[in-house]
């Protein structure tokens, strides 16, 4: 019924139809789905596409990372002819997490949408040092200042678990951040910032010494 109401282009009964199926969605329906607005796509129909991606929106929480890639690609597609729908696409991608989590971040950071990037890792524990130094270059270089409430936060968790393995961590993403203000020009910021961290954290002796190991007392 669904695949010949979108033959017809009855839209408004198809989707009427797929919102009362949304609890039995299956694989094969969302398969089924996906040939349909690929079929779209191939037809460069942009403006129908953009409102079957809108509907399925809510239809697509906890679905499968594969699904979701799929159903992302289309509203790639969608933006690039219409870029007047890429506020939508933000908005349908970002109440789909966390299924959509790393969907969401790749096309954060590719759009260069850094501090959002930034609260996704806030949002949901992420650590700085869960990437590699390589991964948070391109933030490094192009958003420095985006990096400073994650590695600070981080710092502080780091030095309140009180053990010797957190506080190397804690120096690793200090000597970090030394590097991020020398690279804004803020070293004044970076000395007045450190000064006050040692001076708060001067009767943990462990900690002295890894601040020492590192260079940075």
Known sequence: ??????????????????????????????AQLSEMLGELARREEWQRLLRWLTELGPLMSGRRLRELETYAGLWDAVVAKLPEAEPRMWETLESLLPSSQSIYESRLLAAGRYEEWIDIQLSFGREPLDYRATELAPLEKEAPHALLPFYHQAVERYVAMKNRASYKSAVKLLKRLAKLYKKMKREERWIEFYELFELRHSRLRALQEELRKGKLS
Do not use: I, T, Y
Not at 3 to 20: C, I, P, V
């Open 1 to 30: 019924m669904l695949r010949m109401l979108f033959g017809l282009n009855d839209d408004d009964r198809a989707l009427a139809l797929l919102a009362g199926e949304s609890g039995r969605l299956g694989s094969a329906h969302v």
